[in-house]
């Protein structure tokens, strides 16, 4: 009894002297890992260390100015043209004149961080975030931790350029000419001073034109952001249309953000514990029909559907801008769909977002293996697992092969026979935009409109997303055994 009492008080001793020797968001990793919650990485040991240092910075974070309203056309905001022709430290200047924060230090720095799918990227920022304001335990009371409370929001990067979108088009609304991006910029500070992004991605060429300018605003608005991506900022809309213009963004994301490569971190630490929920079923093609595992596999899928279906013919589901999605099949915590009608329809982020906001369940059937013949499909498909993941709805797929079987990898390349690019998809792949229709030509010669949010007439005239979307495969795959274990989904 003795020794097991001197055994525990030597645990706590190591685990209080390390404390005072690190900052909270390692102290708070160590104890995930001495609780058998986590295997140590020494990247992820480094980019908590990284996060520490972060978190210790914002208590010297300046205030956010009030608000001054709606800013009138020609005002400052007439201003964005000419700045963007400015060089990065008098484009600095300039706004620190502006928005009158001379008298204010820098803020601090943000991070910026990128590396392969289930590295441990999103599960440290997400760390780091829950300990902003959070008040101090036993384990760490160091004084230099202890700061004023911050504003923070934690989005998924679909979800917040949807949000910026929807501002402009308010803001436009009211002032036509007016230039939305300052004061969206405003509007964003006042209610965040941190910003933590997952899946930071630049695929569509109407968000690298406002990206480049919203973040400059941000910084003088002294907001804070932390990003996670599977992409180095060298590598962000590669290839993409008129990418000059957005080179001075990736320049200032490398001029003020520390940069965290967890490239050469190969292990996928989501895969380690495997699906054991009964999210991913798959039906058996038994060449002598025999029926029976379907059968028990329907019979499961109504299980976890539960309760009886509406009797209402359908709810419509509203959706940003003023549209709506359709569910014909659903309970008050379920809603059951076909592939086909959720992934062959234009539907995009912010109709599965909507979606995951009413039902704490989805249930899928009629998954198909998903190669070159189903381009946009893939695209969105993988879209709303990205959904169901960010607000932990659970999703439960009946496919027509294995998970490991389920996404087809695939590469896109450019020819060109009379000085005109032409995208061909080899086997595989797909791309995307917010200004026009690409149609995409296989090895076959065969045509596809490619559309990523998934909208009609919605899609990129770029192949640096058709090679993204590989990226999105990966990550898609790991998520969907991560999501498939006990204690996934929302209670």
């Known amino acids: 009894m003795m020794k097991t009492v001197t055994k525990k008080m030597t645990a706590q001793h190591r685990v209080a002297k390390r404390c005072l020797q690190t900052g909270p968001v390692t102290a708070a990793y160590e104890r995930k890992v001495d609780a058998g919650e986590v295997q140590r990485d020494h990247a992820q040991v480094a980019l908590a260390a990284k996060l520490d240092a972060l978190h210790e910075s914002l208590a010297a974070l300046p205030p956010v100015p009030m608000c001054t309203g709606h800013q009138k056309e020609g005002s400052t905001t007439s201003s964005g043209p000419r700045l963007l022709g400015r060089s990065l430290a008098s484009a600095q200047s300039f706004l620190r004149k502006k928005l009158h924060l001379w008298s204010f230090g820098p803020s601090p720095r943000g991070i910026y961080i990128h590396g392969p799918v289930g590295v441990g990227k999103s599960f440290l920022m997400d760390l780091f975030y829950v300990l902003v304001n959070a008040p101090d335990d036993s384990c760490c009371k160091n004084n230099s931790h202890k700061h004023a409370k911050i504003t923070k929001r934690r989005v998924h990067f679909h979800e917040f350029m949807l949000d910026v979108h929807h501002r402009i088009f308010v803001y436009k609304q009211e002032h036509p000419r007016g230039d939305a991006i300052p004061f969206v910029a405003q509007q964003l500070a006042q209610e965040a001073q941190l910003l933590c992004f997952d899946e930071f991605q630049v695929t ?14 941000l910084s ?36 003020t953000f520390d940069i965290i490569s967890m490239e050469d971190s190969q292990k996928d630490y989501r895969l380690e514990s495997g699906a054991d929920g009964q999210s991913y079923f798959w039906l058996s093609k038994d060449i002598h029909g025999d029926n029976s595992i379907n059968n028990n596999i329907q019979a499961q ?88 993941y960010e607000s932990r709805t659970r999703l439960v797929l009946a496919a027509q092969v294995p998970l490991d079987e389920l996404f087809v990898d695939f590469e896109a390349q450019v020819e060109s026979s009379d000085g005109d690019g032409e995208l061909i998809v080899n086997d595989k792949g797909g791309n995307s935009s917010s200004f026009a229709t690409t149609m995409i030509r ?50």
């Not at 569509?204 to 605003?217: E, G, S, T």
């Not at 180095?232 to 590669?238: C, H, K, N, R, V």
């Not at 009629?366 to 969105?380: C, F, K, M, T």
């Not at 045509?447 to 990226?471: C, H, I, K, M």
Request: with cysteine.
């Open 220 to 255: 003088y608005w002294n907001v804070v952001v932390v990003a996670t991506s599977n992409r180095s900022p060298d590598a962000l809309y590669e290839g993409g249309i008129n990418r000059s213009l957005f080179l001075p963004f990736i320049d200032m994301l490398k001029h």
């Open 301 to 388: 899928l109504e299980e976890i559907f539960g309760g009886t279906a509406s009797t209402t013919e359908a709810e419509s589901i509203p959706v940003l801008f003023g549209r709506s999605v359709q569910v014909a099949r659903l309970n008050d915590r379920c809603a059951w769909f076909d592939f086909s009608e959720l992934c062959y329809q234009p539907l995009g982020a912010a109709d599965y977002i909507s979606l995951c906001r009413r039902f704490p369940v989805i249930i899928m059937e009629h998954v198909p293996q998903l190669d070159a013949n189903h381009l946009n499909e893939a695209r969105r498909f993988v879209t709303l697992i990205d959904a169901c």
């Open 204 to 217: 569509d060429v109407a968000d690298a034109m406002i990206l480049k300018r919203l973040f400059l605003f």
């Open 442 to 491: 296989t090895k076959e010669g065969k045509y596809y409109e490619w559309s990523a949010t998934g909208r009609v007439g919605v899609s990129l005239a770029q192949f640096s997303s058709a090679n993204d979307l590989a990226f999105s495969f990966r990550r898609a795959a790991s998520r969907l055994v991560e999501m498939g274990g006990k204690g996934w989904g929302r209670q």
